[in-house]
């Protein structure tokens, strides 16, 4: 006898107003100035770059645009860093690391003139994020780093303490938190299909379904074979992320790809989500594996992703779990209908910072770890502008040397799922130390 059905559809909310689409076939051109591997979020927006600056562009996609991470995500603007200050000083010393820092601040701007600029059309709002503390140290932690992003850069960044919490998140789960009002929310399904629309009016041929399976040196250019044929290109950006495969070894290897699984419940009545998300905010958690969620462009749905530690197939447990973390933050929820269940690969490497670089003539620009829909966009086109040899446009603190490889991995993250219970240890090893 079949399982019940969780959700009533396993693909993305977002697909239901943003579709993504076959592209009709074409045959490539023998010979282009750029060749870019991967239609997402990054590899549109260098494309877009170019072909304004008068080059002539092709981009080759193994799946549908926007199929991969662009359509998957929670459109939230986050632009997050995930190793703190302290430690990226360390790795890549303090200089380095309050350019990251200040980037990140540029990076979202950046995109929100972007839309305004372009007039795309995706449902962004600048809501504010608010982040929920475990205990009241980590709260403590928070607030002071919350101070520092106010007095560094700026950021309109304050602490939420508990007694202030219910009007920013209906849940007694948190110990206070903070928040900072320069994340939104947008509909990153919209938001793909818009920067393909500026791309193929500016001149970018997008092949769709044509994988690369192979990039050669060819005396002064490249000579990269797709499954529509061969193509001389003068140069080769390779964008792909989440879904990097063998026809970029160099940086599959650096690249892990991890499952993350959102779900949408059905639609709630107005005063419920008034009670739940009153701000209709974007929210996170201090967790390592912690929760994400918002609400639906319309208001009318909760939003929540989580990690997913399968490997392969569609199996249950993962949507099960992040259900369960639903009903852990908002217990009136925990007979919710869910009109939605998918899953999408992220990618992390080692140090976990987004990266421009290059090796025998190939750029790369990739490694966005889970927060690509501002850090896709923003390193695309600095890896364009570095192209086009434009210096000062093609600044950034994320252009220097590649990440290290991953040791004994070639493209099959097995180790994943014993990495992703041991960050649920630490978890639950953190909860119990909390002082709530």
């Known amino acids: 006898m079949p399982a019940p059905r969780i959700a009533d559809k396993s693909t993305p909310y977002w697909w239901e107003a943003a579709p993504v689409k076959p592209l009709p076939k074409q045959q490539p051109t023998a010979s282009i100035d750029v060749l870019i591997v991967g239609a997402g979020f990054a590899g549109l927006s260098a494309g877009l ?19 991969g991470a662009s359509s998957r995500n929670g459109g939230i603007t986050s632009g997050t860093i995930r190793p703190d200050f ?5 790795h890549f010393g303090e200089e380095r690391a309050l350019a990251i820092e200040r980037e990140g601040k540029a990076a979202r701007e950046f995109l929100y003139d972007f839309i305004r600029r372009e007039g795309l059309d995706c449902d962004f709002r600048l809501t504010g994020l608010f982040k929920g503390a475990l205990g009241y140290n980590q709260y403590d932690s928070m607030a002071r780093g919350a101070d520092r992003l106010a007095r560094l850069l700026g950021i309109d960044s304050f602490a939420v303490p508990r007694a ?8 007694d789960l948190y110990r206070g938190g903070t928040a900072r009002m320069d994340i939104g929310g947008l509909h990153p399904g919209k938001l793909h299909a818009e920067i393909l629309r500026l791309a193929l009016a500016a001149g970018v041929t997008v092949h769709a379904n044509t994988p690369v399976t192979k990039i050669a040196r060819d005396g002064d250019r490249f000579r990269v074979l797709t499954a529509a044929g061969p193509v001389r290109a003068r140069q080769v950006l390779v964008c792909t992320n989440g879904y990097t495969d063998g026809a970029a070894p160099y940086l599959r290897r650096r690249l892990v790809p ?15 989500m008034d009670r739940l998300l009153p701000r209709r905010m974007m ?5 390592i ?17 989580g990690r997913d530690s399968s490997l392969a197939g569609d199996p249950p447990a993962p949507t099960l779990r992040v259900r369960a973390g639903l009903a852990e933050i908002f217990p ?6 869910l009109s939605h269940s998918w899953f999408g690969n992220v990618a992390m490497n080692r140090d976990m910072i987004p990266r421009i670089f290059e090796k025998d003539g190939v750029l790369y620009a990739s490694g966005f770890c889970g927060s690509g829909v501002v850090w896709a966009p923003w390193v695309g086109m600095r890896a364009a502008y570095r192209l086009l040899g434009h210096a000062e446009q093609a600044r950034s603190a994320f252009d220097f040397r590649p990440p290290a490889a991953v040791p004994l991995y070639r493209g ?4 994943m799922p014993a990495i992703i219970k041991s960050y649920a240890v630490r978890d639950r090893i953190s909860w119990w130390r909390a002082k709530r």
């Open 258 to 272: 991890v499952r993350a699984r959102i779900i949408t419940t059905e639609e709630l009545a107005p005063e419920v």
């Open 412 to 415: 099959n993250p097995w180790f």
């Open 86 to 90: 302290a430690t990226m000083s360390k």
């Open 164 to 171: 202030e919490q219910q009007g920013y998140v209906g849940s």
């Open 289 to 305: 594996l912690g929760f994400y969620y918002r609400p639906t462009p319309d208001g009318s749905r909760i939003l929540l992703g």
């Open 332 to 337: 009136e929820l925990k007979d919710v209908r």
């Open 49 to 67: 770059v170019l072909a304004r600056e008068g080059r002539s562009v092709a981009i080759f996609d193994r799946m549908n645009p926007g199929e």
């Open 283 to 287: 929210m996170g958690e201090s967790r």
